[in-house]
């Protein structure tokens, strides 16, 4: 059985809404980053699919590092307890740093990188995501400063978003629909 017959899947956006509005993103940060250099962000595993695309959108000279933090596991819902499995190689001290996130949902686990990249003295430091669901926020304050779609609080995948790490290659970003 093929492993996407495990669970039923609505697509909810398409490869071609996703690729119009990643574009509208990169032209807008290349606008108000004009004549300055950028680094990236991606927060693994989720976000890498998104960063690629957003990457080759920006016209602006640009780094691109990787930080994997967890807060999930194999649950549908965020534990809470962010976990850093993986921090960045280089440093950002007086670069302009734009985080790269996935899908920003109760803010806990953006919420905690954020202050660790604060302490380590960027010239800026801007929140990118591709999907909000802020009917699950739960920190308040988070400030995100580039949001792709706004989404109801319903578990997706696909677009790298996984379920128990499945689905994240999926073109599109879809509805679980039989996950609690």
Avoid: W
Avoid at 12 to 21: I, S
Avoid at 53 to 81: C, H, N, W
Wanted: aromatic fraction near 10%; proline fraction near 3%; hydrophobic fraction near 40%.
């Amino acid at each position: 059985m093929d492993y996407r017959e495990k669970h039923k899947i609505s697509v909810y956006l398409t490869e071609e809404q996703l690729n119009r509005r990643i574009a509208e993103i990169g032209a807008d940060i290349t606008k108000r980053f004009a004549g300055e250099s950028v680094y990236l962000v991606c927060i693994l595993k989720g976000s890498i699919f998104f960063t690629t695309e957003l990457a080759k959108r920006i016209a602006l000279p640009m780094t691109i590092d990787f930080l994997s933090a967890s807060s999930y596991g194999a649950q549908t819902k965020s534990s809470g307890v962010v976990s850093i499995k993986k921090d960045l190689e280089q440093s950002i001290e007086g670069e302009n740093v734009i985080v790269v996130e996935d899908i920003v949902d109760s803010g806990h686990t953006l919420s905690r990188l954020m202050q660790l990249f604060e302490s380590r003295n960027p010239k800026t430091l801007t929140i990118c995501t591709l999907l909000d669901k802020p009917e699950r926020r739960v920190v308040k304050d988070l400030k995100v400063d580039y949001t792709g779609f706004v989404i109801p609080d319903k578990f997706v995948v696909g677009f790298g978003l996984d379920y128990d790490q499945r689905y994240r290659n999926l073109p599109y970003i879809g509805f679980v629909e039989d996950v609690e």
